[in-house]
């Protein structure tokens, strides 16, 4: 099993929609939590921390659930600038090397 | 740009052949960490250094693959006798590291990273 999964997508919403994506990570001693966004064939970039209490930016909601070792992000009203591929991130603490799940693909469509 | 930056960022080869890559990482960024990756797949973790210490190799780091720091600036990645499997993105990371453990966070920002196909 993977140490962290996502949603395979991809997905492909009409602009405007609301598109939420799902993590699960089996590491129990994983301290810290990410979203991370990557366009294609660039390098990925911090989209945002998660943390325990639920964190907002935007358009853009995450929410971590340590007890069911799961992790959401939800996208409101959908960009077409918002296409790319998010990557759910956990690591065991600040410093230690981040682990990736596969990515979910997003398509946003005019 | 002050960001992280990777040379080459393209690298076509032949197999058997001897490939280094170059990371510059933030000024003043204390850990540097190297990751690979393939079509369709996160990228893996390959091995990190706290300054010029390396502290840690994955598995994924057969001894054809050698990476240093040596003075705890930028860093090198070398792979000998490539293989065709060694193709993929290796990523560049670099963050300022912190004194804290558990609880703590440590962004780590990523360079652009260097494709290389063996052939």
């Known amino acids: 099993r993977k140490e962290v999964e996502q949603d395979p997508g991809p997905f492909n919403v009409p602009e405007g929609a609301t598109v939420a994506f799902n993590c699960t990570y089996s590491?129990?001693?994983?301290?810290?939590f990410f979203w991370y966004r990557q366009d294609c064939r660039k390098e990925p970039k911090l989209l945002m921390s998660?943390?325990?209490s639920g964190n907002e930016d935007g358009r853009f909601t995450a929410q971590l659930n340590r007890a069911s070792q799961y992790i959401s992000l939800l996208i409101r009203d959908s960009k077409l600038s918002d296409s790319a591929t998010y990557l759910c991130?956990?690591?065991?603490?600040?410093?230690?090397?981040?682990?990736f799940g596969k990515g979910t693909r997003l398509s946003v469509i005019a | 740009d002050t960001g992280v930056s990777q040379d080459p960022r393209h690298k076509i080869t032949k197999r058997g052949q001897n490939v280094t890559f170059r990371c510059d990482p933030i000024?003043?960024?204390?850990?540097l960490y190297w990751y690979r990756q393939t079509l369709g797949q996160g990228p893996e973790f390959l091995t990190y250094?706290?300054?010029?210490?390396?502290?840690?190799k994955s598995r994924l780091l057969s001894d054809r693959f050698s990476a240093e720091r040596p003075k705890g600036s930028f860093s090198t990645l070398e792979i000998q006798r490539t293989e065709q499997g060694d193709s993929a993105m290796y990523l560049c990371?670099?963050?300022?590291?912190?004194?804290?453990?558990?609880?703590?966070?440590?962004?780590?920002?990523f360079g652009p990273g260097t494709r290389l196909t063996v052939l």
């Open positions: 990371a670099s963050s300022p590291g912190l004194a804290g453990g558990a609880g703590s966070t440590d962004t780590q920002y």
């Open positions: 590491n129990s001693a994983s301290q810290s």
């Open positions: 998660v943390y325990s």
């Open positions: 991130v956990v690591n065991r603490w600040g410093n230690t090397p981040l682990v």
């Open positions: 000024s003043e960024h204390n850990r």
């Open positions: 250094f706290q300054n010029e210490a390396q502290l840690e």
